[in-house]
């Protein structure tokens, strides 16, 4: 059975800083791409990061670029989302999702597997 566990999120006054992780389990991690999508009240899902499996290619949504960073330790089937800078409209759910052999920018109709989600409130 897939699980993809994400770190607990949190709250952070703006211009702080943030690290999520997300542990895969019952995929062998070297095989998928991954990424982290968001959701804000209201809002539909969208992407943020995704970081492939092969190469270790990643891209990043406008919103994000320069301010988040997405990295993986496949030795220890884990993905991070460093978050700086961050704003009051980075506040949403955070979602950790797989691709297998994803070659392209992550789409959400895309994934093959979804974390829970974890909460990430930016506010003063």
């Known amino acids: 059975q897939v699980q993809l566990a994400e770190s607990r999120g949190g709250s952070v006054q703006p211009g702080g800083s943030l690290r999520l992780s997300c542990v895969a389990s019952?995929?062998?991690?070297?095989?998928?791409?991954m990424g982290w999508f968001r959701q804000a009240p209201g809002k539909e899902r969208e992407f943020v990061a995704d970081?492939?499996?092969?190469?270790?290619?990643?891209d990043y949504a406008n919103s994000v670029k320069g301010r988040f960073t997405i990295s993986r330790d496949n030795a220890k089937n884990t993905l991070y989302l460093q978050m700086n800078s961050l704003r009051p409209e980075d506040t949403a759910v955070y979602y950790c999702?797989?691709?297998?052999?994803?070659?392209?920018?992550?789409?959400?109709?895309?994934?093959?597997?979804w974390g829970k989600g974890t909460l990430v409130i930016v506010s003063s």
């Open positions: 019952g995929l062998t991690f070297s095989r998928y791409s």
């Open positions: 970081i492939r499996y092969a190469g270790g290619i990643t």
């Open positions: 999702a797989a691709k297998a052999f994803g070659s392209a920018t992550m789409t959400s109709n895309g994934v093959d597997y």
